[in-house]
């Protein structure tokens, strides 16, 4: 959303728009976007990654923090999926009962509200 992506479904950004004083976006996620640009896998994301906190200060997004409870379920999810920042996505959610935005259907066995 930040990026206007066109990989960004419909669904999914109409849900952004509805409620962009309402949005979220995990701690994890700005790890995982700034590692990807520094790695060479992410250069699009250069405008962003230097103020990420800002962007989303601009965009009306609220941050999410890591706390020991994400943490911890996190690390005590069941199953086979072992990507750390997906992982860390799935418990906040959990933990906070947050709808998460993702294109990722792996993530429907953990049971939680998956926007796509």
Do not use: C
């Amino acid at each position: 959303m930040i990026m206007d992506s066109t990989r960004l479904s419909p669904k999914a950004k109409s849900t952004i728009e509805d409620l962009i004083n309402e949005v979220y976006v995990s701690a994890a996620t700005g790890w995982e976007i700034t590692t990807k640009y520094r790695i060479g896998k992410m250069p699009e994301v250069e405008p962003i990654v230097h103020d990420f906190k800002g962007t989303l200060k601009r965009m009306s997004f609220h941050e999410l923090p890591i706390s020991m409870d994400h943490a911890a379920r996190s690390g005590l999810l069941a199953g086979a999926h072992k990507d750390p920042f997906d992982r860390m996505l799935i418990a906040q959610s959990l933990a906070e009962g947050i709808p998460l935005i993702s294109n990722e259907a792996v993530f429907d066995s953990f049971h939680i509200q998956r926007i796509w």
